[in-house]
């Protein structure tokens, strides 16, 4: 997989210099045309499952994206009500993951998510302690996280 990456970049720094322009965009474009010739020969380098996980990020960004302004909108309006009306609450999150990069990666997405916070992960790293500025059923948003974050997590990274 590593492998593929680096040839990936490879052909992008090809692509910069058959052109003579190593600027971003044109880097990019080389870099989007490596994986075109990557997926055209797939079968020869068995590079199915790499050109997948691109698109399982993909996707993981575009959610933290659609979570990030969502959860902005729910904190603006929480805010602006007159009257402020707030469960705030720690919840122990059962983690699915399990090595250290996706545990990470998840308190990092939760933290930078408007309205929640990443605490502390447990010793046995099975529970993250999530602080929340409004839970009014801890299960659902329990569930939301599993549903959402964790699981594209799982998807794009195993």
């Given amino acids: 997989m590593t492998g593929l990456f680096l040839i ?13 322009s190593f600027a971003e965009v044109n880097l990019f474009f ?6 075109l010739a ?19 990020i993909f996707v993981l960004a575009l ?6 302004v969502l959860s902005a909108l729910r904190v603006a309006a929480i805010v602006l009500r007159p009257k402020i009306d ?14 250290d990069f996706e545990i990470t990666m998840l308190a990092n997405l ?5 309205g929640t916070l990443s605490v502390d992960v447990s010793e046995d790293r099975s529970t993250l302690y999530v602080h929340c ?23 794009a990274f195993r």
């Fill in 110 to 114: 939760i933290t930078l998510t408007p």
């Fill in 30 to 35: 080389g870099f989007v045309l490596g994986m």
């Fill in 86 to 99: 707030l469960k705030p609450g720690i919840i122990a999150y059962p983690l699915t993951v399990d090595r």
């Fill in 133 to 155: 500025i409004d839970v009014p059923d801890k299960q659902a948003t329990i569930d939301d996280i599993k549903n959402g974050f964790e699981r594209q997590i799982l998807e």
């Fill in 38 to 56: 990557l997926y055209i020969i797939r079968e020869q380098v068995g590079s199915d499952r790499y050109l997948r996980r691109f698109w399982l």
């Fill in 63 to 68: 959610t933290f994206v659609y979570e990030l």
């Fill in 8 to 20: 990936n970049i490879l052909l992008a720094l090809a692509w910069g210099a058959v052109t003579g």
